[in-house]
């Protein structure tokens, strides 16, 4: 089966900073998915990424505060922009292989922690 | 608005226990069920059912689909210390790709 992998596996940062999580796929796929799982929470949808074109959002999220980029079939990033505490949370990419399984399977995850 | 209810929301049991835990879905143009294992960061994915009344099984686990009463259920037999996690279930919609998850129940599994 395809690996995802994700960097970094976690981090602490300060306030008001941004971080850029990367999501590498070692196969080409369709559609990649960046999720967030606040403490305690249940996975939330924060976007869609498809490759050449803009990522789709959810209610709730918007660009200027996760900018994603989607460069090829086979990586993206996920930036959260000007920290505050409450985006401490895992940061999970997947990917759905449409053409096999209909089915995403999820990376490692990123824990950030903001200070 | 869509939305996946699990139950109970944590349990904890002796290993060699039979368990099974629950998730009731109301997701607009429903595609499938999906369940997932999360024992640190990343869900794994277990089952992906479609089609009402047809158990799927992988080992001590399994799982079906009610599509009438929108209900799914999780069974795990002669539970083990390893079995301990948050088993996630998501309904996916047809068109746009997205899951929506329910919180997850919290099994613990005492040796």
């Known amino acids: 089966s395809a690996v995802i992998s994700q960097k970094p596996s976690r981090d602490i940062c300060q306030r008001g900073t941004s971080l850029t999580i990367q999501c590498q796929v070692d196969?080409?796929?369709?559609?990649m998915f960046w999720y967030r799982q606040q403490p305690g929470q249940s996975l939330t949808l924060i976007a869609t990424a498809n490759q050449g074109s803009e990522a789709t959002y959810e209610s709730g999220f918007v660009i200027d505060k996760f900018p994603i980029s989607r460069p090829n079939l086979t990586f993206s990033t996920l930036t959260v922009s000007n920290m505050s505490p409450e985006d401490s949370s895992i940061y999970l990419c997947?990917?759905?292989?449409?053409?096999?399984?209909?089915?995403?399977?999820f990376g490692p995850g990123t824990r950030l922690t903001v200070l | 608005e869509d939305k996946v209810v699990q139950s109970p929301l944590s349990l904890v049991v002796h290993e060699g226990d039979t368990v099974t835990l629950n998730c009731s879905y109301e997701v607009t143009n429903f595609r499938s069920l999906l369940w997932y294992k999360q024992e640190k960061k990343a869900p794994t994915f277990l089952f992906m059912l479609t089609s009402s009344g047809i158990e799927k099984k992988s080992g001590r686990l399994s799982s079906i689909l009610d599509k009438k009463e929108l209900f799914s259920i999780l069974n795990i037999t002669a539970t083990q210390t390893g079995d301990s996690a948050v088993y996630l279930c998501a309904g996916a919609t047809s068109g746009t790709y997205k899951y929506i998850f329910g919180t997850g129940t919290r099994l613990k599994v005492l040796a």
């Open positions: 196969s080409q796929v369709t559609m």
């Open positions: 997947s990917v759905d292989w449409s053409s096999r399984s209909d089915t995403q399977y």
